[in-house]
């Protein structure tokens, strides 16, 4: 089946560095990335859309300069935390699908915790 | 109104129980349905698909009813290890903008 990586699994980093995350494809190429966080006992929340060779799309109230979306291949997408600050530790998700109305295949997932 | 509804629950019930989840759409060009099942901290694991015609996986059975634009999970004979918090996922057809809509998921906890 459709994998995803993402990678790192964890992160802990001090206050005001940047942070970057990476969501891979192995096995086919996603024409889509999706990027979510999700905090504590809570669902899922998208924060943007990441087309191939496009800009992202940024949910409402998600700030595009804080969190920097790059999807510049078919199979790699990332997402940098700038200047993270403790109020972006979460629980950050990629997933990605190969065509419009398919599964989506989810990354593992990545724990940010900002000192 | 939000785009998918569900209710949060939790939906505390007895190991060996029946328990069915529903999940309201609003947008009638909604085009493809899903259930994701996802555990405490983990990422969402795709549970099943939901068709027109309804489809059962081992004691999960998906329904769909477009007409009055709702999806339903039923789980029948509940084990502990069924616990987790299922997501409906709904894609629509807006390509423009965000095409793919999370429920905020409905917690279950099967208890011994």
């Known amino acids: 089946g459709a994998v995803v990586s993402q990678h790192p699994s964890r992160v802990i980093c001090k206050s005001g560095t940047s942070v970057k995350i990476e969501c891979r494809s192995l096995d086919f190429q996603a024409t889509t990335m999706f990027w979510y966080r999700q905090f504590p006992k809570k669902s899922l929340m998208l924060m943007a859309t990441s087309n191939e060779g496009s800009k992202a799309t940024y949910e409402q109230g998600v700030e595009k300069d804080k969190f920097l979306i790059n999807h510049a291949s078919l199979t790699l997408s990332t997402l940098t935390v700038t200047s993270a600050h403790p109020e972006d530790s979460s629980f950050y998700i990629c997933?990605?699908?190969?065509?419009?109305?398919?599964?989506?295949?989810f990354g593992s997932g990545t724990q940010l915790s900002v000192l | 109104r939000k785009e998918v509804e569900q209710d949060p629950g939790p939906f505390n019930v007895p190991e060996g129980a029946t328990v069915a989840f529903n999940c309201t759409y609003s947008?009638?060009?909604?085009?493809?349905f899903f259930w994701y099942r996802q555990d405490c901290r983990k990422e969402p694991k795709l549970l099943m698909s939901?068709?027109?015609s309804g489809n059962e996986d081992g004691r999960f059975t998906a329904q769909l009813n477009r007409a009055s634009q709702y999806i339903s999970l039923l789980i029948r004979d509940s084990k502990l290890s069924d616990s987790a918090t299922y997501l409906c996922?709904?894609?629509?057809?807006?390509?423009?903008?965000?095409?793919?809509?999370f429920g905020s998921g409905t917690r279950l906890q099967v208890q011994p």
């Open positions: 996922v709904v894609n629509s057809l807006d390509t423009g903008r965000r095409a793919l809509t």
């Open positions: 939901v068709y027109s």
């Open positions: 997933s990605a699908r190969r065509r419009e109305r398919e599964k989506l295949f």
């Open positions: 947008n009638s060009a909604s085009q493809s």
